[in-house]
């Protein structure tokens, strides 16, 4: 099976030309092709994980495949290939998984949308590139797909391109992940110029002998940035939020679960790079921290149901990088699978409640249980997923990277994970108190969506539930003796961080209905006491503002400086180099009289200047 | 082989010509359809010669070889080598696109299309000779027709941007003439008989102040065509004023001879003169290459975002030259190929929305993906392919470039500057590139629609041909490239062979 | 005994009455008739060098039923440009003929 894996990514690439030119009139078979390809996909994805079981592939024992896609002889070999390992294995199985339990949702939710077709092509698209992503052996093919799901999002997030505000969130996601990018190719470029190579496998077998750490960390560091943009990390977070203008189909896959990861995908298949680096690994620490708590703290003060899930996606973002910080890699991945699940199902919930009402804003929602009973039990299964309570998904790898901070002695950002998982806490049921349940509001009344949008959500629920098991501390084989950086090890269980986790997500919660599940006028008092924190939290601490002013005044005067130059200074040498000619021919036609007598006087003369010059020797020899 | 299939390729235009001038002026179809059939017969056949080219065995083939003026050693020779082969290619598929581009043509059509055919048999002239004096004439040849190409059916100041365009470009080959006669008379004084046969004088030992002082007649002479900063303002504005098909040749092409030009006689005539300027280059690119981008950023003309675009793309040409190692110069005859073919598309596009629509102003476009969706796809993948997205030529060729000047540790300006910042310089160009681009496409294509152009029909039947060819190309070249390194490499493989031959110089800085 | 110095000097003084008339006259048939003096004044040169110097040979005198025969051709193109001119324009001034320069 594992030979033919190519096949996973390439099933779907294919989809995509067909439903552009073959299927694009007939939406119902265009659908069909793509839900086709990516159910083929999962299918043999399992197919791989069961392989990797039972032929024993580990970390330390990939298989790989590959071949020669660009060659120049003894400069450079990139290869098309594909890596497979337990860590391979189990982001393939996440993302056909997802991919195709959205695009089941999406005949639903799609319905009757004049684009159908070209969704569902770029969806196929967009799966085989992040499978593509996943599967890469090494630096240059990761990020040739890295590059590849950047135009997915784009494409996806503009869907809607004839609101402004879609298109240009569109633009502003591409550039700020190309700012990414522009790390990231700096990045792995100096390790080509260092190793010669870009192969994932070959690099493992030559960083750990290099000795000039400061130029690897600075390596480090640039590839570092491309995680930074593409999982929204500050300070390169800005794009995600706006990124929700596009259909909530794509936020729940390629803005949750999906393509976001992929940065700290990369983290964990670059993390023999980081893991001998331990300044670098603090600065991812950090970052990942620092987003983790920024953008909870932002998420708490949102009004559009969308937004705070994105905020809060960012936040476990943010998490999942401070795992692969602080050196859990099995935490990271073991946090980015079950995040996947949960996350998709909440996006896809609210995708339901978009679906049903026309509506964002929570607060002109409310008491939709009446009306959505699936929707609704299957948010609030997430949303406790997403809060940490057991023994849900959420519960156990949250868990796993609270413990791996704290046993790694990183009690700082332990501190602030705790904190970040009661401010989870209270922001989801703040969201769900409102939204889901009290009085109706505004005469919206919600209705349950058709069958292919309530059984995703159903399956997705059930996966919130058990996909933490694999990883308990309870657990034998579990996760983190599949998936792992060094040696295999098991995690004993931490009783007293399980304890305070549960704890705090439980105080949010209670705070949350305090505040949001019965009538009060809590919030808005807190609100107008700290008018100025308010503000600064609804207006995102400002980060847009900051680069909006810094495009606008820096980069575009800037621009418009050089424009002038090039049309004035530039431009008005050369030009001025023609007008001189002009002026001194303007001049110097002045001689010319046009009167014939004249100009034979002076022929006549120069003759017989010339004439006696030439005579001279005869005459006794002015010139020799 | 037998057959002449270069001179076959440069003569199919002119064959095509002859049979214009014998048609009547009434007869536009007709006079249409005879060129593009004879585009066409250049197209396959440089399909066919792309095709036959052995890799393998690299080098200058399809040789052919008639003596013209045997007393100065002047031969019609021609044949191409890996380098050569791609840009011919180029050549046909621009012209083959920029025929149909110009379908909607309805001004004097005859002469238009005699003037495109004798432009197009010029540039294909230069590409496949291998003697400096036919190389030479035939650059003339390509400039010529460009000025009443410009000036008569062109656009926005066309009389202005005309002459404009022609005094730069001759004043460039006049350095350039001057360049190849001291070369003819050193080389003529070496060898004790006269020859323009390039393999010939790259043989000769030309020393170093020689080197020095001709490699920069020839930097000046093609860089004006290339165009390097600050040589380059005849681009914007000629783009701008020339009508469509002219536009995609001038873009895609005609620069590209300047590029050739600068590798084929410069740096493989002069390599040791190349070395001591290469450093001049590599600072006038990363202006090229950022600042051209920046002023694009704040055109409000659309031909004019994509004509400094052109600038800003050329300025990776020139650093793939600057850096003189096999990865940079494939990655830079790459660009030439991949950029001819991106440009040729936006103008194509351009041109279509012009004609309908009669503007090229930005601000007045919004939501055009409403009415011409082909259009506006076609748009968005020339764009993608400037931005250098994977999966499309570009990509790859700016790759090359970059890994190739990243990888070459030689620093300037007493360790200030280094190929490496310059590298680094050069990639934030791709930023900047992204921004702008997909700024136009946002502003002219996305957006609500707007029903002052509702009456703007989206592209179809023949003005599809040039939007597909040159879209598929694209995609061809990018998910495949070794279908067109492994060609150039084979071409410059010698040439780096002759780089590294010569002794180690330092640079201008 | 006239030598030819004398010729010589008959020449000279031909030629500076005709360079006078075709510098010096306005109207354009004197000066066509100084240009005609100076053509005269090398058929004399002409005649005599070959008269005193190569006497066995012709030479001279060929020539100079050249310098003749293309003088009349140029008389009668000259002619007919002044002809015209003066149709056109109503003169024969020549230093009214200045459109030469622009």
Request: aromatic letters at 14%; charged letters at 10%.
């Amino acid at each position: 099976m594992t030979s033919y894996a190519w096949l996973i990514p390439v099933l779907p690439a294919i989809a995509f030309p067909i439903i552009v030119f073959i299927t694009r009139k007939v939406r119902f078979l265009s659908a069909l092709v793509a839900i086709a390809a990516i159910a083929a996909s999962f299918v043999m994805a399992v197919g791989v994980l069961q392989e990797v079981f039972l032929l024993g592939i580990t970390m330390e024992h990939p298989v790989e495949y590959a071949v020669p896609w660009l060659q120049i002889p003894g400069l450079l070999k990139i290869e098309a290939g594909i890596l497979i390992d337990p860590l391979t294995a189990v982001m393939l199985l996440v993302v056909t998984l997802v991919a195709l339990l959205v695009e089941i949702y999406s005949v639903g939710y799609m319905h009757g949308d004049p684009g159908f077709s070209s969704f569902f092509s770029y969806l196929s698209l967009f799966s085989a590139s992040m499978l593509g992503l996943v599967l890469a052996n090494n630096y240059f093919m990761i990020f040739f797909f890295w590059e590849l799901v950047g135009l997915c999002s784009y494409l996806l997030i503009g869907f809607y391109y004839h609101k402004p505000e879609a298109a240009r969130a569109g633009l502003k996601a591409f550039v700020t992940n190309r700012v990414a990018d522009f790390g990231f190719m700096l990045g792995f470029f100096f390790l080509f110029a260092m190793f010669g190579t870009f192969n994932f496998r070959e690099l493992a077998e030559a960083i750990p002998g290099y000795q000039n750490t400061a130029f690897l960390a600075l390596a480090a560091a640039l590839v570092f940035i491309g995680p930074i943009g593409k999982s929204a990390q500050f300070p390169l977070h800005v794009w995600l939020p706006d990124a929700m203008e596009g259909p909530t189909p794509v936020s729940a896959l390629i803005h949750a679960a999906t393509m976001v990861a992929a940065g700290v995908y990369l983290l964990a298949r670059a993390f023999v790079l980081f893991a001998s680096l331990p300044d670098v690994m603090l600065l991812v620490a950090y970052v990942g921290g620092f987003t983790a708590l920024f953008s909870a703290t932002i998420a708490v003060a949102q009004r559009d149901i969308k937004r705070i899930l994105a905020y809060s996606t960012m936040s476990q973002l943010g998490y999942m990088v401070m795992a692969m910080g602080v050196g859990s890699m099995t935490a990271g991945m073991f946090h980015l699978m079950t995040h996947a699940f949960f996350k998709a199902l909440l996006f896809l919930g609210a995708g339901s409640v978009i679906h049903a009402l026309e509506e964002q804003d929570i607060f002109r929602m409310g008491g939709l249980y009446k009306d959505m009973k699936v929707t609704t039990t299957t948010f609030v299964i997430a949303a406790l997923a997403l809060a940490g309570l057991p023994p849900l998904a959420g519960f156990w790898s949250k868990d796993e990277i609270l413990a791996a901070t704290f046993d790694h002695g990183f009690t700082g950002l332990y501190i602030l994970g705790t904190l970040v998982a009661f401010l989870t806490a209270f922001y989801m049921f703040r969201l769900i108190f409102v939204a889901f349940f009290g009085k109706r509001r505004a005469g919206l009344h919600g209705h349950e969506s058709p069958l292919t949008m309530t059984v995703p959500l159903l399956i997705l629920a059930v996966l919130s539930v058990v996909s933490g098991f694999v990883g308990t501390p309870f657990t034998e084989h579990g996760f983190s003796t599949f998936v792992y950086y060094g040696e295999p090890h098991h995690v004993e269980p931490n009783y007293a961080v399980m304890l305070i986790s549960v704890l705090v997500a439980l105080a949010g919660i209670g705070l949350a209905w305090l505040f949001y599940g019965r009538p009060s006028d809590v919030p808005e008092r807190i609100a107008n006491r700290y008018r100025s924190l308010y503000n600064l939290l609804v207006n995102k601490y400002y980060i847009d503002e900051i680069y909006l002013w810094l495009f606008r005044r820096v980069v575009l005067g800037l621009s418009e400086a050089f424009n002038w130059h090039d049309r004035h200074v530039v431009d008005g040498i050369f030009d001025g180099v023609g007008d001189m000619t002009r002026i001194s021919g303007r001049k110097l036609r002045l001689l010319q009289t046009g009167n014939l007598q004249t100009y034979a006087l002076v022929i006549f003369t120069a003759v017989v200047i010339i004439a006696l010059w030439m005579a001279a020797p005869v005459f006794g020899g002015v010139v020799q | 082989m037998n057959f002449p299939i270069l001179t076959a390729i440069m003569l199919a235009p002119v064959v095509g010509l002859l049979f214009i001038l014998l048609i009547p002026e009434r007869e536009e179809l007709t006079i249409k359809i005879t060129a593009a059939v004879a585009t066409f017969v250049s197209l396959v056949l440089a399909i066919v010669a792309y095709v036959l080219y052995d890799n393998g065995r690299g080098g200058l083939q399809f040789l052919q070889d008639v003596s013209w003026v045997p007393s100065f050693g002047i031969n019609y020779s021609v044949g191409v080598d890996g380098m050569s082969m791609p840009m011919v290619l180029l050549t046909a598929i621009v012209i083959f696109t920029g025929v149909f581009a110009s379908w909607d043509m309805t001004k004097r059509v005859k002469e238009f299309f005699i003037f495109l055919l004798m432009l197009v048999t010029g540039v294909f002239g230069v590409f496949i000779s291998r003697d400096l004096f036919f190389f030479y004439l035939f650059f003339e040849v390509a400039v010529i027709p460009m000025y009443l190409l410009i000036g008569i059916w062109g656009s926005t100041r066309k009389e202005y941007a005309a002459m404009k365009l022609t005094l730069y470009l001759l004043v460039g080959s006049a350095f350039a003439l001057i360049g190849i006669i001291a070369t003819f008379l050193y080389a003529a004084q070496q060898l004790g008989h006269a020859t323009f046969d390039i393999q010939t004088l790259a043989a000769v030992k030309y020393d170093l102040g020689f080197q020095k002082f001709v490699f920069f007649l020839m930097l000046i002479g093609f860089g004006v065509l290339v165009p390097i900063w600050p040589l380059h303002l005849w681009s914007p504005d000629g783009h701008v004023a020339a009508p469509t098909a002219v536009s995609m040749l001038h873009a895609g092409v005609l620069m590209k001879l300047g590029a050739y030009g600068l590798i084929r006689v410069g740096v493989f005539l002069f390599p040791e003169g190349a070395k001591y300027w290469a450093p001049l280059i590599a600072v006038l690119c990363i202006v090229n290459v950022v600042y051209g981008a920046m002023i694009a950023m704040v055109q409000k003309d659309l031909k004019f975002v994509i004509g400094y675009s052109s600038v800003s793309h050329m300025g990776y040409v020139l650093l793939g030259i600057a850096a003189l190692n096999t990865l940079s110069l494939n990655g830079a005859v790459a660009q030439m190929f991949a950029h001819g073919i991106m440009t040729a598309l936006f103008f194509a596009l351009v041109g279509n929305v012009y004609h309908k629509a009669h503007t090229r102003e930005i601000a007045r476009f919004g939501g055009l993906a409403h009415q011409m969706p082909r259009v506006a796809a076609g748009f968005l993948i020339g764009g993608l392919a400037s931005l250098g997205l994977p999966g499309l030529n570009n990509f790859v060729a700016e790759f090359l470039i970059f890994i190739g000047s990243f990888t070459r540790d030689q620093s300037l300006l007493g360790g200030l500057l280094s190929y490496r910042i310059l590298s680094i310089l050069a990639i934030s160009g791709i930023v900047i590139t992204a921004t702008y681009v997909l700024r136009v496409v946002k502003n002219t294509f996305f957006g609500p629609r707007k029903p002052e152009w509702d009456h703007l029909e989206d592209a179809r039947g023949v003005e599809m041909v040039p939007i597909v060819v040159l879209v598929a190309t694209l995609i061809l070249f990018g998910l495949l490239p070794s279908l067109q390194i492994d060609m150039i490499n084979s071409g410059v493989a010698p040439l780096v062979a002759k780089i590294e031959a010569a002794k180690a110089i330092g640079g201008i800085f | 005994m006239i030598t030819l110095n004398h010729y010589l000097a008959l020449g000279g003084l031909l030629f500076c009455i005709g360079l006078f008339g075709a510098l010096a006259k306005k109207n354009a048939v004197a000066v066509l008739m100084g240009i005609e003096l100076m053509l005269n004044a090398v058929n004399i040169n002409l005649v005599a060098f070959n008269h005193f110097l190569e006497p066995a040979r012709v030479t001279g005198q060929v020539f100079a039923i050249f310098v003749i025969v293309v003088a009349a051709a140029e008389v009668a193109v000259g002619l007919a440009l002044v002809l015209n001119i003066y149709r056109r324009r109503l003169e024969s001034n020549v230093d009214d003929l200045d459109w030469m320069k622009w």
